[in-house]
């Protein structure tokens, strides 16, 4: 199981699966090889979408926000 925190708070956002992860592996600037934390914003998450990001994953991060217009994840696997 992989879970999404946020990354300022700590607090969890949920878990996805590790298809889901590797989009977002894929898809998400990484600094490095070893990173486990992205910046999201609401522009990303459209893009996402449009590139056939699964519809949960989308819609978690997209709650996540709420009126935020971005924030930062990170991913743990446990």
């Known amino acids: 199981m992989i879970k999404i925190h946020d990354k300022r708070t700590n607090e969890l ?3 996805i699966n590790e298809k889901q992860l590797q989009f977002l592996i894929d898809e998400l600037v990484e600094e490095d090889s070893a990173d486990q934390d992205y910046y ?3 522009d990303q998450l459209d893009q996402l979408e449009k590139k056939g ?3 949960i994953l ?3 991060l997209r709650d996540a926000l709420g009126d935020q217009n971005d924030m ?3 991913w743990t696997k446990s």
Request: proline share 0%; glycine share 14%.
């Open 13 to 15: 956002i949920g878990t």
């Open 40 to 42: 999201i914003s609401r």
């Open 53 to 55: 990001g699964d519809e």
């Open 58 to 60: 989308i819609q978690t």
């Open 72 to 74: 930062d994840i990170i």
